[in-house]
């Protein structure tokens, strides 16, 4: 299972990278507002850190609007991929980006049949988004299997990027359904460390080893 960062923030990619678990990452508007950078030179940076694909969101609503956008976006570095809402506008783009080999992630998918159309349109990567539909007290990962069912049964080749992902459960509900990808906030990675047990068991590990150094 693959594991993306979901975030515009260089300080928190940086530390996931140095910690050997970045596979990638996803931003959006909303993230890429809360970064005090100008855009450029913001994504310019995300791409030269990551060793993986960067999901950059176009905003126009039409079709050309978007394929003109992920045009110029996907110049910016080899592992651009464009991110693109599912609306019909939206999926005629990523089909048209997809003859010219431009990769594209297709986001706010909330439902399975939504997965469906953007399979068949050709999209590299659709992006449930799990936590939103927890909120309006729908089961989010529920949708999650039916993409997968859906998907294995007539072999697409899109994959399934676990999306508004806000604790570790959805990661561990993520990867055994078989997930591809998870994209997480980057509290969420951290909180992926944290037992007890282990903090307990280092302490008394440590405090064990002090007895032996006395004898050494
Ligand atoms: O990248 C899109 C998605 O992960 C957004 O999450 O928390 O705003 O629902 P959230």
């Known amino acids: 299972m693959k594991f993306f960062l979901d975030t515009a923030n260089l300080e928190e990619i940086r530390k996931a990278k140095e910690w050997g678990l970045l596979d ?8 890429v507002s809360k970064e005090d950078m100008p855009f450029q030179g913001l994504v ?34 080899e592992n651009v991929v464009i991110k693109i809402p599912l609306t019909p506008e939206g999926l005629k783009a990523v089909k048209i980006l ?3 080999g431009i990769k ?17 349109a050709g999209a590299d ?11 309006i007290s729908s089961y989010g990962m529920r949708l999650v299997e039916d993409i997968k069912d859906i998907y294995g049964n007539y072999g697409f080749e899109t994959q399934i990027i676990v999306a508004s992902i ?21 509290p969420v990675l951290e909180k992926l460390f944290h037992h007890p047990l282990t903090d307990i068991g280092i302490q008394r590990f440590l405090r064990d080893w002090e007895k032996v150094k006395a004898r050494i």
Do not use: W
């Open 104 to 120: 594209t992630n297709v986001t706010l998918c909330f439902s399975p049949t939504q997965a469906l159309l953007a399979a068949k």
């Open 24 to 31: 990638g990452v996803t931003t959006n508007p909303t993230l």
């Open 98 to 100: 997809a003859q010219e």
């Open 166 to 186: 806000r604790h570790p459960m959805h990661v561990l509900e993520a990867a055994l359904i078989g997930a591809d990808i998870a994209t997480m906030p980057f």
């Open 44 to 77: 310019t940076e995300i791409l030269r850190l990551v060793d993986g694909p960067v999901s950059l969101e176009v905003v126009s609503e039409h079709a050309q609007g978007m394929i003109s956008e992920a045009r110029e976006l996907n110049k910016l570095g």
């Open 125 to 135: 990567y659709i992006s449930p988004f799990i936590g939103r539909l927890d909120d």
